[in-house]
């Protein structure tokens, strides 16, 4: 598989926006559900958002619903992340992930298996 590699990160002030992105061809959108995940230090990895391979619907971690979006590009060979009104309790390595099948829309189980594949990450800093 063509490895997954997340770009976009960076530092911001908080209220601030970044756009997360990482290439997924290679992981049809129709067999592979993909997804971003972030681990905060100490802290074991959660999910954030993930686009389901079934039919495309979109789920989201309650922290993040109505300042991120995932989306992929109309070819399905570019994941996104679009962060606004970013918090610093938003700091955190995020990955971009893809895994066969549908998320079952349990996130936690699909970080805790790290299940399929990862990338190896971005660093998301917000300042107050």
């Known amino acids: 598989q063509v490895p997954l590699a997340e770009s976009g990160g960076g530092s911001v002030q908080a209220g601030g926006s970044l756009r997360l992105s990482c290439r997924t061809s290679g992981y049809p959108s129709s067999s592979y559900s993909v997804g971003w995940f972030r681990q905060f230090p100490g802290k074991e990895r959660e999910g954030v958002a993930a686009i389901d391979s079934d039919d495309g619907s979109t789920i989201y971690a309650d922290s993040v619903k109505g300042r991120f979006t995932i989306s992929q590009d109309s070819e399905h060979e570019t994941l996104y992340l679009q962060m606004k009104s970013l918090k610093p309790e938003d700091t955190a390595m995020y990955y971009c992930?893809?895994?066969?099948?549908?998320?079952?829309?349990?996130?936690?189980?699909?970080?805790?298996?790290?299940?399929?594949?990862w990338g190896q990450g971005t660093q998301v800093t917000v300042s107050s």
């Open positions: 992930a893809a895994k066969y099948g549908p998320t079952n829309d349990d996130m936690p189980f699909w970080a805790r298996r790290r299940l399929g594949y």
